[in-house]
């Protein structure tokens, strides 16, 4: 990705940011609201191993996202349990942008299925002040 697309990307993404995230499971699309963090041409989010994104995703790792303005494709990604020694900087820099909930009992990091996924940008298109940015 462009270096000014990401520099963008962060100052949009590089918080807690809510984006939609569609899979398929068997033909079928299926969308649900994620909250993401941008850093490094990916999207990261902690969710449950169990869950249907996760599962759809083991299965058929295509994904695509939506919000403020961009929508883009990406390959996603299991990171594994999030306190995984791996996982340490990256768990810090999601505990920061997702302090206002995260600690109100959503994230269990003790329970085994709470991963990271990563969501590794393919391709996209960004709108900023009347500027269509594609990468």
Same mark, same amino acid.
């Given at each position: 990705?462009?270096?000014?697309?990401? &520099? #963008?990307?962060?100052?949009?993404?590089? +918080?807690? *940011?809510?984006?939609? #995230?569609?899979?398929? *499971?068997? @033909?079928?699309?299926?969308? %649900?609201?994620?909250?993401?963090?941008?850093?490094? @041409?990916?999207?990261?989010?902690?969710?449950? &191993? &169990?869950?249907? +994104?996760?599962?759809?995703?083991?299965?058929?790792?295509?994904?695509?996202?939506?919000?403020? $303005?961009?929508?883009?494709?990406?390959?996603?990604?299991?990171?594994?349990?999030?306190?995984?020694?791996?996982?340490?900087? #990256?768990?810090?820099?999601? %505990?920061?942008?997702? &302090?206002? $909930?995260?600690?109100? @009992?959503?994230?269990?990091?003790?329970?085994?299925?709470?991963?990271?996924? +990563?969501?590794?940008?393919?391709?996209?298109?960004?709108? %900023?002040? @009347?500027?269509?940015?594609?990468?």
């Amino acid at each position: 990705m462009e270096e000014r697309i990401d &520099a #963008l990307m962060r100052e949009r993404f590089g +918080k807690d *940011s809510l984006l939609a #995230l569609a899979t398929v *499971s068997d @033909g079928t699309p299926h969308v %649900r609201t994620i909250n993401a963090l941008y850093q490094n @041409g990916a999207f990261y989010c902690i969710t449950s &191993a &169990a869950s249907n +994104k996760m599962q759809h995703i083991a299965q058929h790792p295509v994904v695509a996202l939506c919000g403020e $303005w961009f929508t883009g494709h990406g390959m996603g990604e299991n990171l594994g349990h999030v306190l995984l020694m791996e996982n340490a900087s #990256l768990l810090q820099a999601l %505990r920061t942008a997702f &302090a206002s $909930w995260y600690g109100n @009992g959503h994230i269990n990091e003790q329970d085994e299925n709470t991963v990271i996924l +990563k969501i590794t940008l393919t391709d996209g298109v960004f709108m %900023r002040q @009347g500027v269509r940015y594609t990468f």
